[in-house]
C-alpha cells in the first residue's frame, strides 16, 4: 500500500494563523522555539489551532482512493509530552482519529527516518 505523510503544523493546522489569535501579535519572523519563548503549551494553542480544511479534505479523497493515511510532526523537546497529548486531542476534534500511523519526533529534522 502506498502511504502518504502529513505534516501537522502548517499542512493539517495554521500555524501562523493559530499563533496570531492567541497572541494577538501577528508570528515573529525568523523566531524559534516559539512554544518555549510564548509559554503556549500553556495556552492551550496545539488545542485551539484552525484546521485546513483543503489538507483535511486531501487525507480523506486520498484515504478513499486507497492510499495510506500517517502523520510525522515534531513536537519539540520542551514539555513533549503534553504537546503530542494536545496535537493528538486536536486531530481527535477534527475528526481524523481514524488516521494509525501517527508518528512525532523532537526535532523536525528526524522526520527525515520516516518518511
Given amino acids: 500500500m502506498r502511504r502518504v505523510f502529513f505534516?501537522?503544523?502548517?499542512?493539517v493546522f495554521d500555524f501562523v494563523a493559530g499563533f496570531e489569535s492567541v497572541m494577538g501579535v501577528p508570528i515573529p519572523s525568523g523566531s524559534k522555539d516559539l512554544v518555549e519563548s510564548y509559554e503556549?503549551?500553556?495556552?492551550d494553542f496545539?488545542?485551539?489551532?484552525?484546521?485546513?480544511?483543503?489538507a483535511v479534505s486531501l487525507m480523506y479523497r486520498?484515504?478513499?482512493?486507497?492510499f495510506e493515511i500517517a502523520i510525522l510532526s515534531s513536537a519539540g523537546d520542551y514539555r513533549y509530552?503534553?504537546?503530542v497529548a494536545h496535537k493528538l486531542a486536536s486531530?481527535?476534534?477534527?475528526?481524523?482519529?481514524w488516521v494509525e500511523d501517527v508518528?512525532?519526533?523532537e526535532h523536525s529534522y528526524e522526520k527525515?527516518?520516516?518518511?
Avoid: S
Fill in 7 to 11: 505534516d501537522l503544523d502548517g499542512v
Fill in 91 to 97: 486531530l481527535a476534534a477534527i475528526g481524523l482519529d
Fill in 46 to 54: 496545539f488545542l485551539r489551532l484552525p484546521a485546513i480544511d483543503d
Fill in 40 to 43: 503556549l503549551v500553556d495556552r
Fill in 112 to 115: 527525515a527516518l520516516y518518511a
Fill in 62 to 66: 486520498l484515504r478513499d482512493a486507497g
Fill in 103 to 105: 508518528r512525532f519526533v
Fill in 81 to 83: 509530552d503534553e504537546v
